[in-house]
């Protein structure tokens, strides 16, 4: 064990089988991510799913370990709650100019300390104070305007997913590039083309500035609406909380567990759209799995008929989609990351249908 403790232990190494498989259950305590699974053995006399069958096994739903770890983030102390995060669109502030609509936004890059699992915190830098910011939503045709100021000590940009001229393309060296600490640039373009985007930081280690929080979902609505539905916003991410380039904590809208504590309350029978946008960083895919159901899914939602009928999509880095659904029976419904290392770590949740 010695040799092996010498080392720096990453997740990453383990993985990649730098232990032999029979050294693997014990290397497993040692990594740095260890709180978590000492959680999921604490929180296993916990875990009770509502409904349970009479006569089946308990220690089969603790032993599952669904749940990750002790206790809740308290969204005071982020002050940004994923609950709400999900239903919470920022049309931003409109105003006819010339016969033409001009939308507005008002975004400050800010660090801040925040909570991604209980008693895990890290050093985030913030698109407003949240992450993922908020979910910039315009409708296509209008003309956009991002003011951006950079309040953090570090530089950043706003780079948009969308097509625009390049010097509101938010990148280092064209334009008005990196800015830093007080600096600040209106970003203008047209909403164009309808679909499902992002946006994100794209100064400077990148990697370093997309994993510490600076991004967000950008919608355009197509002109003529899409039918009426209940909309949720996913942002698929994760968190390297010791610095070796890989996540210790997976999510979708930062809090690992966030949606399993409590579950996504949706209405049986009534059209659920997800627009799921995958920004985690030093993985190279995440994926989408909704249980006990199928959905139609648009790939960037740029077109109006959906290319795939199905229960599981594969999402490479700032790969984004729409999906839309119905559940026809009441009940708790898993949704997860089919790479199940992730849906471990935090990336996992439920809807609760009901009538
Ligand atoms: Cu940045």
Redesign the pocket.
């Known amino acids: 064990m010695s040799e092996l403790t010498d080392h720096k232990l990453s997740r990453r190494r383990l993985l990649g089988g730098a232990a032999g498989a029979a050294a693997l259950p014990v290397l497993h305590e040692l990594i740095p991510h260890t709180g978590v699974h000492d959680g999921l053995a604490r929180a296993a006399g916990d875990h009770a799913m509502d409904g349970e069958i009479p006569g089946a096994s308990k220690a089969a739903h603790s032993g599952a370990g669904h749940r990750g770890t002790v206790g809740s983030v308290n969204p005071a102390v982020n002050g940004f709650d994923p609950a709400e995060i999900l239903r919470d669109f920022d049309e931003g502030k409109v105003t006819r100019v010339a016969g033409r609509t001009v939308r507005e936004w008002d975004i400050v890059?800010e660090d801040k300390e925040i909570e991604v699992a209980p008693g895990v915190k890290v050093e985030a830098?913030t698109y407003n104070g949240r992450v993922p910011g908020p979910t910039l939503r315009a409708r296509e045709g209008e003309r956009l305007r991002v003011n951006f100021v950079?309040g953090?000590r570090?530089?950043?940009?706003m780079h948009f997913h969308g097509i625009h001229r390049d010097i509101h393309d938010g990148i280092p060296g064209v334009g008005p590039g990196?800015l830093g600490p007080g600096g600040a640039f209106t970003y203008e373009f047209e909403a164009s083309p309808f679909g499902l985007h992002l946006y994100?930081?794209?100064?400077t280690p990148?990697a370093?500035?997309?994993s510490?929080g600076?991004y967000g979902a950008f919608i355009i609505d197509p002109k003529d609406d899409r039918p009426q539905a209940d909309e949720l916003v996913m942002v698929m991410n994760g968190f390297d909380t010791n610095f070796d380039r890989a996540n210790e904590i997976y999510a979708v809208n930062t809090v690992a567990f966030a949606y399993h504590d409590r579950p996504i309350r949706v209405k049986r029978g009534e059209l659920i759209r997800i627009y799921v946008v995958n920004i985690l960083e030093f993985d190279l895919v995440n994926s989408f799995h909704l249980h006990a159901n199928f959905f139609d899914y648009y790939p960037t939602g740029t077109k109006r008929e959906p290319r795939d009928f199905t229960d599981t999509v594969i999402f490479g880095q700032g790969e984004r989609g729409i999906m839309e659904v119905r559940f026809p029976f009441t009940g708790k419904y898993m949704f997860h990351a089919h790479v199940s290392e992730f849906a471990d770590l935090g990336w996992m949740g439920f809807f609760e249908v009901v009538d």
Do not use: D, Q, V
């Open positions: 890059a830098w950079n953090s570090h530089p950043h940009t990196n994100h930081c794209h100064s990148l370093e500035h997309i510490k600076l």
